[in-house]
């Protein structure tokens, strides 16, 4: 419980009716969550705007409102509070609620189109390594030291967010290592947090379907860094394009990492194997579990993010050298007797998908042949299919266009947006089936002895959701089936 008047800090008021001495049980922006003595946010939502459940929540027990228009009339027992961004409120007010606990441990966020889940999940594993209680919010789990929950977003509402946080900070957790997706930018989720530092991966097409353009969409992430404080660091990956804009305005103190130029923090890639990298890092030999180019840049974030926490340089290197991939990432098995390699990926944007078959190609020895079961995901940006498909004709020997997470919309109209997009030379190496468990199993039928397959799309998920039903499902599951039975 708190008082009113405790938790406006930084919160930009235009106008008040009612008193500031409420006593405040919770804060909550939907109406149906609302108890006595809540403090109810009304958002214009994507889906809904909450302004037209005021009275709702006040019949539910609500004893305060926040909003960005007042009512027409007014309950002489409520407090209205008027402001200009009810998301940004949001966030403010849970930062105050529950005590800024984000101020109180290192917080670090890792933002960009591909590499947020990996960089985040090994930061937690290598400060866990090294003998810190460690949080981790991510798209695939939530973690309190060991204690693991399932994630529903890539970043939480402000008011869960914050509750995880002091969760955190209640469980003596020193650093929390956290996904920062461009939706939770935008709307406003992580307004009120106080970062130590912030992580930029790469930039590439993404999301378009929310953010509508580009521009808008570099934009969501940039904000990221304009807000972080002159107290934090700003880390970026110099060899993307956008490395440079992304930390132009920011206050914080500015690092680079990268492959290809001279910067605070380099790697050179020796030797990239199924069994892992060997890399020089910062003129150290490194070898790790991870494969792939775009696993040594993460590789080399995730090593640059501990030095500028503070911690030693071999230390870091040797702890890192332990740790594998996170689910779904990159995730492989061999079936031992035809030497066919099954790969599961995350993989779900054309620049994604572009690198995961391009080091799968560089994998290859001889005549093996590449195999990519490859979807998209349906209510989600349709620019990005053709275009996924494109790529994976580019560098597959083999395609199987299938169902991805369709939710609300038919399969087969996705599937024919993806068919756009391949090249009249290259029709006669796809197929499309849309069961998808069907086309794994095809895939695997296919394959000859040493032939790679790609499954593309879903990685660590475990469900595939049609019409809004979560199936069990999943890939790597029924690859392991498909191959090793």
Not at 214 to 240: G, H, Q, V, W
Not at 319 to 331: T, V
Not at 401 to 413: A, C, G, K, V
């Amino acid at each position: 419980m708190q008082i009113l008047k405790d938790i406006l800090t930084k919160l930009n008021v235009s106008e008040t009716i009612g008193e500031h001495t409420k006593r405040i049980e919770g804060i909550v922006f939907d109406s149906r969550k609302v108890v006595k003595d809540s403090l109810f946010v009304a958002i214009r939502g994507t889906q809904a705007d909450g302004h037209r459940f005021i009275d709702k929540a006040i019949e539910s027990g609500a004893n305060t409102i926040v909003c960005e228009a007042l009512p027409s009339h007014f309950e002489t027992t409520v407090t209205y509070l008027k402001v200009p961004d009810s998301a940004e409120a949001l966030g403010l007010l849970s930062a105050n609620f529950y005590g800024h606990p984000s101020g109180k441990m290192k917080l670090v966020g890792i933002t960009g189109t591909n590499g947020k889940t990996t960089t985040a999940s090994l930061l937690y594993e290598l400060f866990t390594e090294l003998g810190y209680k460690t949080g981790l919010l991510s798209t695939v789990e939530n973690r309190i030291g060991k204690q693991i929950m399932p994630a529903t977003h890539t970043t939480p509402d402000a008011v869960s967010l914050n509750a995880l946080l002091k969760e955190m900070y209640d469980a003596a957790c020193d650093f929390v290592f956290m996904e920062v997706s461009s939706h939770a930018i935008d709307q406003r989720r992580i307004a009120g947090l106080t970062f130590a530092g912030g992580v930029f991966t790469n930039m590439s097409h993404d999301h378009l379907d929310y953010h509508k353009t580009f521009k808008a969409y570099i934009f969501a992430k940039k904000r990221f860094f304009d807000e972080l404080p002159a107290t934090a660091f700003a880390l970026s990956n110099k060899d993307d394009k956008r490395g440079t804009v992304m930390v132009q305005n920011t206050a914080a103190a500015i690092h680079y990492y990268s492959l290809q130029s001279l910067t605070d923090f380099k790697a050179k890639i020796l030797d990239n194997s199924l069994n892992g990298l060997h890399l020089e890092i910062d003129g150290q030999e490194f070898f790790g579990r991870l494969i792939g180019t775009f696993n040594a840049y993460n590789t080399l974030a995730v090593y640059a993010t501990a030095i500028l926490l503070g911690m030693e340089k071999t230390e870091t290197l040797v702890a890192l050298s332990r740790l594998k991939a996170a689910a779904g990432r990159f995730d492989y098995l061999i079936e031992p007797q035809r030497k066919i390699i099954g790969i599961v990926d995350y993989a779900h944007t054309p620049d994604a998908l572009e690198k995961v078959l391009t080091t799968i190609d560089k994998l290859r020895k001889g005549t093996e042949r590449i195999l990519t079961v490859v979807g998209c995901g349906g209510d989600r940006d349709r620019t990005k299919r053709p275009i996924m498909a494109a790529v994976a004709c580019q560098y597959s020997d083999q395609i199987i266009i299938t169902s991805d997470n369709p939710r609300t919309e038919n399969p087969l109209t996705i599937m024919e947006e993806m068919e756009k997009g391949i090249p009249g030379d290259a029709q006669a190496k796809v197929l499309s089936i849309a069961d998808r468990l069907q086309a794994i199993r095809t895939a695997c039928r296919l394959a000859k002895d040493g032939d790679i397959i790609l499954v593309a799309g879903k990685g660590h998920e475990n469900y595939q959701e049609i019409n809004g039903v979560r199936h069990s499902f999943d890939d790597k599951e029924i690859l392991k089936q498909e191959l090793m039975s």
